[in-house]
Structure formats: C-alpha cells, structure tokens
C-alpha cells in the first residue's frame, strides 16, 4: 500500500513494497502544519461536542477541521490524523483509496457526503437526515454503511452530523 499526502500529492512511503495499487491518503508533515495554522484556533466547537451523534466541521471542499469525541471514538482516529482529509478519506470510503481521490472518482458524483457539504454551502439551508451509503474497507472485508447526514452551515463551514456511525471496525 501506498502512502499519498492528501493535499500536495507527494508519496509518503509505502507499508508494502509490493505495489498492489491500494492508497493510503494522509497528510505529510508540512501540509498538516500549514493546514492547522490555517485553521488555528477553529478546532474546538462547544456547539459539535454536544451533538448525539459523531459529527464534523468540514470547509467547502470537504476538509476536516474538527470533530467531536464521538467521531473520535466511532472512527478510532484522533482528530489530529485526520485533520485536513476529505470527507471518504478520514472516513476510509473504499472509493477514495482509488488513484484519483476522494471526490475524484467516477463513484463520487452520486456521493451523498459530496451532494449534502455543496448543496448546504450553496444554499445556507440545512438539511435533516439524508441518506447516504457508504463503502469502507478497513480490514480487508468490504462493508456498507448506511448513514443518515444531517448538515448546517455555520459560517464558513459545514458540519455534518452522522448517525449510523457506530461499529465501525477498529482501525
């Protein structure tokens, strides 16, 4: 498996020498410097924390910028490795470890976390419970997940509240 900065592209190593085309989508160490200083003091949000379910500050584009312990503790990533991802790929959507992204792929149009971050930054409306399908492969096994997003734009951000997160394989 391959190891690819999210942001800039450049290779990161790779666990297997073995080129079996997987990638791995991370963030190197100077784009996540750059992206945290970018976002300084935007990582705590009282209102996130308090939500029922996992749920995550993500700019326009779909980066993460924050999350609650919920999302922490439903993925088993802490913030801080996943800081600056795209949505599929902190979410470890089986489609954005294709060599074109997340958000790349032909699979990506019909991507309910791509349709609800653009349609709730478009309009400034929220959107309740909107189902979304998502497929992960994080243990070798591909599974689907049916998730229901709930999004409100709060400033220049999104947040995105996901139910059905829960039970995720352990990373």
Not at 78 to 90: R, W
Request: aromatic letters at 4%; hydrophobic letters at 35%; a neutral charge.
């Amino acid at each position: 498996m391959k190891s690819i900065c999210s942001v800039c592209g450049r290779t990161q190593g790779e666990d297997n020498p073995h080129d079996d085309g997987v990638i791995n989508r991370v963030m190197c160490a100077n784009c996540l410097e750059y992206f945290l200083l970018l976002w300084k003091g935007r990582e705590q949000y009282p209102e996130v924390e308090s939500r029922q379910h996992p749920s995550f500050m993500v700019t326009v584009g779909r980066r993460l910028v924050a999350c609650n312990t919920k999302a922490e503790s439903a993925l088993a990533k802490p913030l801080k490795a996943m800081a600056g991802l795209m949505c599929g790929e902190f979410l470890d959507c089986e489609k954005s470890r294709l060599p074109e992204g997340c958000g790349l792929t032909p699979h990506c149009d019909s991507c309910g976390f791509r349709r609800v971050v653009a349609e709730t930054a478009e309009t400034g409306l929220p959107q309740e419970r909107v189902t979304a399908v998502l497929q992960v492969n994080r243990t070798g096994m591909p599974e689907i997940k049916n998730l229901l997003l709930s999004a409100r734009k709060t400033g220049d951000l999104i947040e995105l509240e996901v139910a059905g997160i829960q039970g995720f394989p352990p990373g």
